[in-house]
């Protein structure tokens, strides 16, 4: 679904090129979720900008779907880093955002976001305005507007960053709960090992300073729960981890 090859990039604006990432190799299989770990600045949420079309590769380059294109824009779903959801528009409207101009009536379109709402625990919250909502359910009603793009390649940066540790473990489970049905493919970006680990198929771990990126296998059989956190297997995997990430 997606293959990354020797890419290369470097921020210009202020003149002097600074390098952010340097020949970084990633792929991901229709179907896998896939993570991206790394500590701040290690350039992740930059690949996410290169992979949606936001920016060009300086070397290098980006296949979506078989196909090498520098029309990325519109072609995966992407959930940037901060939620970014309209504070005048209701959680319904922001959903709907997507596909408001697209063909077919507006009300048949709600009626489809409705059912997807008693999925994501915001039924009751569907005339809530953004600052009403909790941070859980703001990070789920942009998770569901991302959803809506219909597009089969789903990027999310930090979705669960800026959770307290209680609500982050409930949307583990929750996204646990529904990824099987979800049929997508998740490229996942965060610096939480844990999550990670309990998440994933597969990890990249983008480091800082060596300008590398490595890929771990994460052997987990699924379905998953939240508790597998603590068994041995779980435990071996964290540690081996943690040293890469040293
Ligand atoms: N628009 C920009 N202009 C210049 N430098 C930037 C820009 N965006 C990010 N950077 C720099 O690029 C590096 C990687 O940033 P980023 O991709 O946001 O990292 P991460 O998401 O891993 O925390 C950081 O050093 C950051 O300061
Ligand atoms: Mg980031």
């Given at each position: 679904?997606?293959?990354?090859?020797?890419?290369?990039?470097?921020f210009?604006?202020t003149?002097?090129?600074?390098?952010?990432?340097d020949?970084?190799s990633?792929?991901?299989q229709?179907?896998e979720?896939v993570?991206?770990?790394?500590?701040?600045?290690?350039g992740?949420?930059?690949?996410?900008?290169?992979?949606?079309?936001?920016?060009q590769p300086e070397q290098?380059?980006i296949?979506?779907?078989?196909?090498?294109t520098h029309?990325r824009?519109?072609?995966?779903?992407?959930?940037?880093q901060?939620?970014?959801?309209?504070p005048w528009r209701?959680?319904?409207?922001?959903?709907i955002?997507?596909?408001?101009i697209?063909?077919?009536?507006l009300?048949?379109?709600?009626e489809?976001?409705?059912?997807?709402?008693?999925?994501?625990?915001l039924?009751d919250?569907?005339?809530?305005?953004p600052?009403?909502?909790?941070?859980?359910?703001?990070?789920?009603?942009?998770?569901l507007?991302?959803?809506m793009?219909?597009?089969n390649?789903l990027?999310l940066?930090?979705?669960f960053g800026a959770?307290?540790s209680?609500t982050?473990?409930?949307?583990?489970e929750?996204?646990?709960?529904?990824?099987?049905?979800?049929?997508?493919?998740?490229?996942?970006i965060?610096?939480?090992?844990?999550?990670?680990?309990?998440?994933?198929?597969?990890i990249?771990?983008?480091?800082?300073?060596?300008?590398?990126c490595?890929?771990?296998?994460i052997?987990?059989s699924?379905?998953?729960?939240?508790?597998?956190?603590?068994?041995?297997e779980?435990?071996k995997?964290?540690k081996?981890?943690?040293?890469l990430l040293?």
């Amino acid at each position: 679904m997606l293959t990354v090859n020797e890419l290369s990039y470097s921020f210009t604006d202020t003149g002097v090129g600074k390098s952010v990432l340097d020949n970084i190799s990633i792929h991901v299989q229709a179907g896998e979720f896939v993570s991206i770990i790394g500590e701040s600045g290690s350039g992740k949420s930059t690949l996410f900008g290169l992979i949606s079309g936001l920016l060009q590769p300086e070397q290098g380059e980006i296949i979506l779907n078989g196909k090498l294109t520098h029309q990325r824009l519109g072609k995966v779903g992407y959930m940037p880093q901060k939620d970014l959801l309209l504070p005048w528009r209701t959680v319904l409207d922001n959903i709907i955002l997507p596909i408001e101009i697209t063909k077919g009536s507006l009300e048949e379109k709600k009626e489809g976001i409705r059912k997807w709402l008693i999925r994501f625990g915001l039924s009751d919250y569907e005339k809530f305005y953004p600052h009403e909502l909790s941070g859980g359910m703001r990070q789920r009603t942009a998770f569901l507007r991302t959803l809506m793009t219909g597009k089969n390649l789903l990027l999310l940066d930090e979705p669960f960053g800026a959770l307290d540790s209680f609500t982050k473990r409930s949307m583990h489970e929750w996204l646990l709960g529904i990824w099987e049905d979800l049929n997508k493919t998740v490229l996942f970006i965060t610096h939480d090992l844990e999550e990670a680990i309990l998440l994933s198929d597969r990890i990249y771990v983008l480091k800082r300073f060596e300008k590398s990126c490595i890929e771990v296998k994460i052997p987990l059989s699924r379905p998953r729960c939240s508790e597998f956190i603590y068994t041995q297997e779980f435990l071996k995997i964290r540690k081996s981890l943690e040293r890469l990430l040293r």
